[in-house]
């Protein structure tokens, strides 16, 4: 009789800047210590990446997923690097399928692996040797949606796939300053520090960030908050808390900060 297998990780990555593909840092560092730890190989990754955010929700269906390189004014080794994972087409199938009754379209030309997926897989599994797909963040529905359809994909993970999510808790670009470096500005801190006191104690709770007096510097678009809110529908989905594995800022601007179930 084949065991079952291990239940994977809720888990949210703060990618922060596209160059940490490249880099060997405080943060890819702690990346790579993901994939070291995880109960056991997954047999496929789900992506849900703040970089695709249309109007629809849909699933990368492909066997061959692009690398897409979208992010613009980086050096040109960031642009010709590749992440030449194989698709999951079956996944995308399981996706539609637990989503129900919410619709997931299956894509199967239009997208592959953007930079908010690839720059952190590319230290979680460096060898490119695990399947991934990648779902899209709509853009059209409330953050109540991505909370409730998070708790729907919790059941992928005792199916052996890791849900990795990929945004940022506090992403403000009109506000970043180069000059800061690694230090954060003082409303970044105020939400980033209530972020994880909530999600560590009760993740149920995760759409009251949005009623936070910093949520309008700390969230001005929804595009990176929204993947957060799949990890924390996944946790509770699960009766699960999140530990915070990883915690900083770039820029002033954007939280780097990723959480992981604590279970």
Not at 62 to 71: A, E, F, N, Q, V
């Amino acid at each position: 009789m084949t065991p079952s297998p291990a239940r994977q990780p809720a888990v949210f990555i703060g990618h922060g800047v596209p160059l940490n593909a490249l880099e060997v840092n405080e943060w890819t560092r702690h990346w790579a210590a993901l994939g070291d730890s995880l109960p056991e190989r997954p047999r496929a990754v789900l992506a849900v990446s703040a970089h695709w955010y249309i109007n629809a929700t849909a699933v990368t269906a492909m066997k061959s997923p692009r690398t897409i390189h979208d992010s613009f004014g980086f050096p040109r080794e960031l642009n010709e690097f590749e992440y030449p994972a194989t698709g999951a087409p079956e996944l995308a199938t399981e996706v539609a399928e637990v989503a129900k009754p919410t619709w997931v379209g299956a894509d199967l030309d239009s997208w592959g692996l953007d930079h908010g997926t690839w720059s952190v897989l590319a230290h979680v599994f460096p060898d490119a040797d695990v399947p991934v797909a990648q779902l899209s963040v709509d853009a059209t529905k409330p953050p109540s949606y991505h909370f409730n359809l998070g708790t729907k994909l919790a059941a992928l993970r005792d199916s052996g796939v890791l849900v990795l999510a990929s945004g940022n808790v506090v992403h403000n670009l009109g506000a970043v300053d180069p000059s800061r470096g690694n230090a954060g500005t003082d409303w970044a801190h105020r939400f980033d520090d209530h972020a994880q006191e909530l999600l560590t104690s009760r993740p149920e709770d995760a759409l009251a960030l949005l009623e936070h007096p910093d949520a309008q510097a700390s969230v001005p678009t929804a595009d990176h908050f929204l993947p957060l809110l799949y990890t924390a529908g996944m946790a509770a989905g699960t009766g699960e808390t999140l530990d915070a594995f990883s915690k900083g800022y770039a820029w002033g601007s954007v939280s780097i900060t990723s959480y992981r179930s604590a279970a």
